[in-house]
């Protein structure tokens, strides 16, 4: 099946740093990744889609200029949070589909990577 | 905009069948997933539907109405294992919008 990877699995930043993150597709092309955020006992939230070449669609209240996102090849994406604080520790999703928008047809399966904790002291 | 009701939490005992209820109001809607979770770990995806009705595959089977903004995941002959959050996922063409979830415990 299809495998995404995500590096690293844990962080432990200061107050006021910048975290990457990256999400790579290991077998598959990925043309569209997405990338959530997971508070303690919630959901998963879509913080923004990208499509390999073009700019990341951000979902309402997520700040584009905090969370900058490089969809810069059809394996790799990357997702920066910049000035990280505190609030800003989650559990941080990343997922791929073959896909691009609006294809997939009637099946637009995601592949979850295995997820970033992110802790902000 | 998108709204997705589950149960909050479900106990069941081991080998024992469960039922997940999931309505949901979604636009752009194009299938619906279901997919599990373990604590501390990405979801893995379960199932698909697109046409309303049953489908089956091992233990677990997932259900759709389209027009009821209705579905449900059954699980079967349940395990230890299985004990972890069910999030019910409508997709659209575009993305797909994730339910809190289920957390289900399985008790001996």
């Known amino acids: 099946g299809a495998v995404v990877s995500q590096h690293p699995s844990r962080v432990i930043c200061k107050s006021g740093t910048s975290v990457k993150i990256e999400c790579r597709s290991l077998d598959f092309q990925a043309t569209t990744m997405f990338w959530y955020r997971q508070f303690p006992k919630q959901s998963l939230m879509l913080m923004a889609t990208?499509?390999?070449?073009?700019?990341?669609?951000?979902e309402q209240g997520v700040e584009k200029d905090k969370f900058l996102i490089n969809h810069a090849s059809l394996t790799l994406s990357t997702l920066t949070v910049t000035s990280a604080h505190p609030e800003d520790s989650s559990f941080y999703i990343c997922?791929?589909?073959?896909?691009?928008?609006?294809?997939?047809?009637?099946?637009?399966?995601?592949?979850f990577g295995p997820g970033t904790r992110l802790t902000v002291l | 905009g998108q709204n997705i009701d589950q149960p909050t939490e479900m106990t069941a005992t081991e080998g024992a069948i469960v039922q997940i209820n999931c309505t949901y109001q979604t636009s752009g809607f194009n299938g619906l997933f279901w997919y599990q979770q373990h604590a501390g770990e990405a979801p893995t995806f379960l199932s698909y539907n697109v046409l309303d009705g049953l489908e089956e595959k091992g233990r677990f089977s997932s259900f759709l109405s389209r027009s009821k903004g209705y579905s449900y995941l059954l699980l079967k002959e349940l395990q230890m294992k299985d004990s972890a959050s069910y999030l019910c996922a409508p997709g659209g063409y575009q993305k797909v919008t994730f339910g809190t979830g289920t957390k289900l415990q399985v008790i001996p």
């Open positions: 997922s791929a589909r073959e896909g691009g928008l609006g294809s997939g047809g009637a099946y637009n399966e995601q592949f």
């Open positions: 990208s499509n390999e070449g073009s700019k990341a669609t951000y």
